[in-house]
């Protein structure tokens, strides 16, 4: 597995495995399909309500716990550092841990400066190897960063061939910040398996749309973590190391960027005070 190295010096796998959507009761068999298949890298959130499995399968998997990376994320909340000490604390127990390798502030909402002198002491203290954020735009990163002391190490967010983060990612890149995409498939929206263009570039390879997606990310240095419940879906994902595309096909899908989100802006007033004020309780 190719890995990425963090701002920190930890190695990160540049393709792992998602959960988001995977169901409670479901999770335990899915993430130790992924482990069989090959994954290293599981993403999961407190809010995905499905830490518990995720940690049922590290369990029983066999793995040496040096060889997995596993990253949770700390949901929105009003409890200051204490509260962000508590909740990464109810995680690490959810998921049957010591430490995971990133902890990331899940959405940009709520008091966020807190939250991050309790990820930077929590970092100290062992209990998260790397710490960072998820869909921060360029202005709340940099802002978080340049009052305090740790610059994130990792800024998960919405990128996929419609929603490319061309520019976020240089910006990151200058900061030393590690882009990582979610939704590498826009979820499957719009057609996206059956996508000419991706498909086309696809045949040129005897590679399906999905490899050639995670395939283009891959190249430009973005960290991926598809999900699928379907062991041949896993597999199919992992094959993405043994071909290249070329100039003329990475220029092929840069033309193919909308630059805008797939399902929603964070900046937005309407999200602001729907999900930024939603509430849960892990
Ligand atoms: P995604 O990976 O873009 O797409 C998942 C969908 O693609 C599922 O419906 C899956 O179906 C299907 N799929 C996967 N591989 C396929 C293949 N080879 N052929 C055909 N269909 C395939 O979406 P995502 O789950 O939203 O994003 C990935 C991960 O990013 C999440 O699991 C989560 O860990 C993270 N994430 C983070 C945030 C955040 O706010 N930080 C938001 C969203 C997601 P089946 O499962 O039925 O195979």
Not at 99 to 127: C, F, T
Not at 172 to 193: C, K, L, R, V
Not at 209 to 236: H, N, Y
Request: some cysteine; glycine content about 8%.
């Amino acid at each position: 597995m190719q890995n990425v190295t963090l701002n920190n010096g930890v190695e990160m796998p540049i393709l792992g495995f998602g959960v988001y959507q995977v169901q409670p009761d479901e999770v335990e068999r899915v993430v130790t399909d992924a482990l069989a298949a090959g994954y290293r890298s599981i993403d999961t959130a407190a809010a995905y309500f499905n830490e518990e499995g995720v940690g049922r399968a590290l369990a029983n998997c066999g793995i040496a716990r040096d060889e997995l990376f596993i990253t949770t994320k700390l949901w929105i909340h009003n409890e200051g550092e204490a509260g962000s000490r508590a909740r990464l604390e109810r995680s690490l127990e959810r998921l049957g841990l010591e430490y995971v390798d990133l902890y990331l502030i899940h959405q940009p909402y709520g008091d966020v400066y807190s939250s991050w002198r309790a990820m930077e002491q929590a970092n100290k203290d062992g209990l998260a190897r790397s710490i960072g954020v998820s869909n921060f735009y360029p202005d709340r990163w940099l802002d978080l960063a340049l009052h305090n002391e740790v610059m994130p190490a990792v800024n998960q967010i919405e990128t996929n061939p419609f929603h490319q983060r061309l520019r976020e990612h240089e910006l990151m890149a200058e900061h030393g910040m590690q882009i990582e995409s979610w939704g590498p498939f826009a979820e499957g929206i719009n057609d996206f398996f059956s996508n000419p263009t991706l498909a086309a570039i696809g045949q040129a390879h005897g590679k399906s749309v999905s490899q050639v997606t995670l395939r283009w990310l891959i190249q430009r240095g973005v960290v991926v973590i598809p999900k699928t419940v379907r062991p041949e879906r896993m597999a199919e994902n992992l094959e993405v190391f043994d071909f290249e595309l070329t100039d003329a096909e990475m220029a092929t899908i840069a033309g193919m960027d909308e630059d805008t989100s797939q399902f929603f802006d964070h900046s937005e007033v309407s999200w602001v005070k729907g999900l930024g004020t939603h509430f849960i309780d892990r």
